[in-house]
């Protein structure tokens, strides 16, 4: 098990992250002046404010992060959003692009809200069964360290698979667990993918007729 970093030690690998400075130079850096400590979607982290990388086309930026677990990322910021994206991308280009796409996929399963929580609320009440799998939390839009740092933090460390059940309750204290819920709904059958629901009206849910049961009860 990882142990935690120490203030100091966070500064001192942060400090070797800077480019094209000085050993004298990186000594003064770690004395910590521009490090910020975080804590955003369970992870916790030190950022670097003087190591930010912006977008050729200035809608992003990104800050060199450590956390406290010693996980180097790039702490990620799109136009108009105050929460950053955590991606573990060596390349602060590839680091941005991520967290677009990541966006972009939120933006587009937000318009399908109510159709995530009705299931999940189905998946509470026992009217729909269905285990979550990790490749769903992979699909979604969630970052990946996010996903490690939450499964941690409520004792599931290491976990591939989870009843829907337990999740759905998971989702009251973390809403975002939806997108993972939204995933595997359409892994499952449940909810079409957003194609073909352009196509068609919006889909009854488990209140209006009888749910769908998709796996033997436990």
Partial sequence: MPSILTNVAAYERLAKERQMISHIDRDIIALGGDFIPERSDWVSLFYDSGHKVTSDDGSQFAYRAITTRGEFLWFVFSKGKSRGYHSEA?????????ARTA????????????????VARALRQRRMRFDILIEDAHSSPL??????????SVGLPGITRLSGFKLAWLMLLEPQLGFVI???ALREGVLPDTASAAAISPIPMPEQRPS???APAP
């Avoid at 060596?90 to 991520?98: D, G, Q, R, V």
């Avoid at 966006?103 to 009705?118: A, G, N």
């Avoid at 970052?143 to 941690?152: A, N, S, V, Y």
């Fill in 143 to 152: 970052c990946p360290m996010g996903t490690r740092h939450f499964l941690r």
């Fill in 90 to 98: 060596t390349c602060p280009f590839a680091a941005f692009e991520e």
């Fill in 103 to 118: 966006l972009d996929q939120r933006r587009r399963i937000k318009t399908r809200w109510d159709e995530v929580r009705r």
């Fill in 212 to 214: 769908k049961v998709l």
């Fill in 182 to 184: 939204h995933q595997a």
